[in-house]
């Protein structure tokens, strides 16, 4: 059984971020920490069942260095992508830092599409022979991930379920504990199990079962008005209403969201993520 697990927002905003550069709007301008929003990702710490402490990123923001700095992140034990988007894989080149405290190289994890959109923008570091100096760059062990075939790293079982962002099909995931044989843990500690659903605009049906029986949710809510690739205020509230989590936590939000304002205004259960927020047995 893993101990300890803290699942850490590093990010909330959109792929402007907030405050976005040149505005000076309500939440721009805000005083309140909560509206100053880092490009979204997150990561996952604990003790796994053999004591060795592990760091698990969900995405490389580019905001990623700063987070790790923020959060005194020092040990990168994988990263697992969503998708190709540039605010969720733009800090990948941050890790090899990572690399040099670990003297390891490190896990990444991606379906197909995204896999070659790193191999392409990051060619210094998968076509390193290449390179015309030999620099310091990341070092990488790619793997494939594909809907339904989950993935278990030190005492986390990764379930990829399928989402939609507009026309993009993309990749959440469904998070347990598992124990030494593999099995999932029926009562694990907090905040798992966890779906981590960002960039959705849609759910398909094959997609409803695997998000049963949640603890932790957290779910894409990008602003008030209609968007072509992200949920609105109101279809994520609806869309948690479906899932039924015990507890629901919205990230990705622009400017347009004032948190003190909408968050006092959410049904039980449901809160506005912010950048800092941990979620563990304790929160």
């Known amino acids: 059984m893993i101990t300890r697990p803290a699942f850490?927002?590093?990010?909330?905003?959109?792929?402007?971020?907030?405050?976005?550069?040149?505005?000076?709007?309500?939440?721009c301008t805000s005083g309140d920490p909560r509206d100053a929003r880092l490009r979204?990702?997150?990561?996952?710490?604990?003790?796994?069942?053999?004591?060795?402490?592990?760091?698990?990123?969900?995405?490389?923001?580019?905001?990623?260095?700063?987070?790790?700095l923020r959060h005194r992140i020092d040990r990168c034990d994988a990263v697992i992508f969503t998708h190709n988007h540039?605010?969720?894989?733009?800090?990948l080149d941050e890790t090899r830092r990572f690399n040099a405290l670990m003297r390891s190289?490190?896990?990444?994890?991606a379906d197909p599409h995204t896999l070659e959109h790193l191999h392409r923008v990051y060619r210094h570091i998968f076509r390193k022979e290449q390179n015309v100096n030999d620099s310091f760059v990341a070092t990488l062990i790619p793997h494939v991930l594909d809907v339904g075939m989950a993935q278990t790293i030190h005492n986390l079982r990764f379930e990829?379920?399928?989402?939609?962002?507009?026309?993009?099909?993309?990749?959440?995931?469904?998070?347990d504990v598992v124990d030494g044989a593999g099995d999932v843990v029926p009562d694990p500690p907090a905040p798992f199990p966890l779906a981590y659903c960002t960039d959705v605009s849609a759910i398909p049906p094959e997609t409803w079962p695997r998000l049963a029986g949640l603890r932790t949710l957290v779910l894409d809510m990008l602003r008030y008005?209609?968007?072509?690739?992200h949920l609105t205020v109101d279809e994520a509230i609806g869309t948690a209403e479906q899932i039924a989590a015990t507890n629901t936590w919205f990230i990705h939000m622009t400017h347009e969201i004032l948190h003190a304002e909408l968050d006092a205004a959410l049904p039980p259960g449901m809160r506005l993520g912010h950048d800092g927020l941990v979620l563990s047995d304790e929160s």
């Open 225 to 229: 008005r209609s968007h072509p690739t």
């Open 160 to 175: 990829p379920v399928r989402l939609l962002h507009g026309r993009l099909p993309v990749l959440g995931f469904r998070i």
């Open 86 to 91: 540039v605010d969720h894989t733009f800090g």
């Open 105 to 109: 190289p490190i896990d990444i994890y």
């Open 8 to 27: 850490i927002l590093l990010g909330t905003g959109t792929s402007a971020g907030i405050p976005v550069i040149g505005c000076d709007c309500r939440v």
């Open 40 to 68: 979204t990702a997150a990561a996952i710490r604990y003790v796994d069942a053999a004591g060795h402490p592990r760091t698990i990123l969900i995405d490389a923001s580019p905001d990623l260095r700063q987070q790790a």
